[in-house]
């Protein structure tokens, strides 16, 4: 998601790109449907515009809140609270200022919503309303992707590059986390019933795996464009998993053949991606901007957050102690999220 697959360098560096090639400039042109999509009965329409930059990344998580409304992460630091999901809003007043690379993924176990942190090595529970509620676990290295599994509501979390090629597994209720995957990917989803984890891997590929024997069962081969955000499809777009690149393109993969498709082209940064649970709809993070890509009748997208189980009733888990800003900054914090710019600081 929002750090490039490639990132790496000091805070120092990071902050120097950041002035280099942030800052709410233009984007380019708007993603449109190709001829392939447009046969396909998709559409598409814009959400919000107006998000401010850094290193051409702007929006990147996105969740939805049981009592209404829709928050977006950025990659300057920013949370929001959307008032709805109506299309054609404009960024508004921030709820909460994380810290530049610390609003990265955002996933959800029924109520309960939850954050990477990239430079801080963490993953935070958020209120409804976007602020900040309780520190979930620390000591990660730039936790970057995030995802709920909806068998048992761990969180999985990709870290980035340059940090360990790593998947951990993080139980929120105790505030554990636990290594499971020696792999390196960026955006994340996930089977319905929990049993296997997609993502986009730093080598450009899309790859799946088994979480129970972590075997790898899935390599989509090269996918061009820079891929980062991705999503599976349901109803008549099962068997499909679609992704949003930072070459501005929205690419259909077959699980079975591979056969890849173009759907959208001529886009700004694409990166993380996210499942509108009250329509099916697949919302696509731009430069500074959200589109939203409505499926064919039939078809949808992903896992709905909402559907997954509510751990309301239980123990929240105590809050742990995290790494400093500062002591992750000497270390080279990663948030190198802008993968269009490989050498760009991004998410």
Do not use: C
Not at 42 to 51: E, R
Not at 315 to 343: D, I, M, V
């Amino acid at each position: 998601m929002p750090a490039s697959r490639r990132r790496g360098g000091t805070a120092l560096a990071a902050t120097a790109l950041a002035l280099l090639f942030g800052g709410a400039g233009p984007a380019r042109a708007d993603l449109v449907l190709t001829q392939a999509g447009v046969d396909q009965n998709f559409t598409l329409t814009t959400f919000a515009t107006g998000f401010p930059t850094s290193s051409a990344v702007g929006p990147l998580g996105i969740a939805f809140p049981a009592g209404g409304g829709v928050l977006v992460s950025d990659y300057p630091g920013n949370v929001r609270l959307f008032p709805n999901n109506s299309d054609g809003q404009v960024a508004g007043p921030v709820a909460q200022n994380y810290g530049f690379g610390n609003a990265l993924g955002l996933t959800q176990v029924g109520n309960a919503i939850y954050m990477a942190q990239q430079t801080r090595g963490a993953v935070v529970q958020l209120n409804p309303d976007g602020t900040w509620k309780q520190d979930v676990v620390g000591g990660l290295t730039h936790p970057t992707g995030i995802v709920a599994n909806p068998a048992n509501g761990h969180l999985l979390v990709s870290t980035a590059f340059p940090g360990p090629a790593t998947i951990y597994d993080v139980n929120p209720i105790t505030g554990t986390s636990t290594p499971i995957l020696s792999v390196q990917m960026d955006g994340l989803t996930i089977t319905p019933d929990g049993t296997t984890l997609y993502g986009a891997a730093m080598n450009e590929h899309v790859l799946g795996f088994d979480l129970a024997t972590g075997k790898q069962i899935f390599d989509s081969g090269f996918v061009p464009g820079d891929i980062d955000g991705a999503s599976l499809g349901t109803g008549i777009l099962a068997g499909n998993i679609f992704v949003n690149t930072n070459d501005g393109t929205v690419v259909e993969v077959n699980l079975a053949t591979g056969l890849q498709t173009l759907l959208a082209s001529g886009g700004s940064r694409g990166d993380f991606v996210s499942v509108d649970p009250s329509n099916g709809t697949l919302l696509l993070t731009q430069t500074d901007r959200i589109v939203r890509l409505t499926p064919p009748p039939g078809g949808g997208f992903g896992v709905p957050p909402l559907a997954l189980g509510d751990p309301s009733g239980v123990p929240e888990p105590t809050s742990l102690a995290l790494l400093s800003l500062g002591g992750l900054a000497l270390a080279g914090w990663r948030r190198w999220k802008g993968r269009h710019s490989r050498n760009t600081p991004a998410a």
